[in-house]
């Protein structure tokens, strides 16, 4: 299974007038998280499209646990916990690094779309190369 770790540290613009995260930016930080893993392997959505591929968000879940706060340091834990068939599933957790305690955990679900034909198809054969390694041993 992979799992990649990244920081992100709150932003006051990504608070609430309640003084903690706006339940709606958890999916931008997810989003940091898959792009984060991404680059560590190689990929950037930019060089994904200019493969002549798309991956839209298909599915997504989010449960709330605590609330995070302005200027407070995240850890954004993503894992891909087996290789994509078709859905690339990317569950994440997000944790208070100051107070050690999970605020969020969820999951997205991506596909690849051609890019001419707008048709779903199955990750290509790029993808699942640069992470085929995690899986071999299982």
């Known amino acids: 299974m992979l799992v990649h770790k990244t920081e992100l540290r709150v932003r ?3 608070t609430d007038k309640m003084q903690f995260v706006y339940n ?3 999916y ?16 950037t959505y930019d060089s994904i499209e200019k493969a002549g591929y798309y991956m839209p968000v298909v599915e997504a879940f989010i449960k709330y646990k605590n609330a995070a ?4 340091l995240l850890v954004i834990e993503t894992r891909m916990e087996k290789l994509p068939a078709l859905r690339v599933r990317l569950d994440t957790k997000i944790f208070s690094k100051e107070r050690g305690v999970q605020i969020v955990e969820g999951h997205i679900d991506l596909v690849f779309v051609n890019a001419e034909t707008g048709k779903a ?4 054969e790029f993808f ?8 071999d041993a299982v």
């Not at 931008?28 to 990929?43: A, I, K, Q, S």
């Not at 699942?128 to 995690?134: G, R, Y």
Request: charged share 35%.
């Open 121 to 124: 198809v199955r990750p290509p």
């Open 128 to 135: 699942n190369e640069s992470f085929k390694k995690f899986y």
């Open 12 to 14: 006051y613009a990504d």
């Open 28 to 43: 931008e930080y997810f989003e940091v998280g898959r792009t984060e893993l991404l680059r560590d392997y190689g990929m």
């Open 69 to 72: 706060f302005y200027d407070e």
């Open 24 to 26: 709606g930016k958890y």
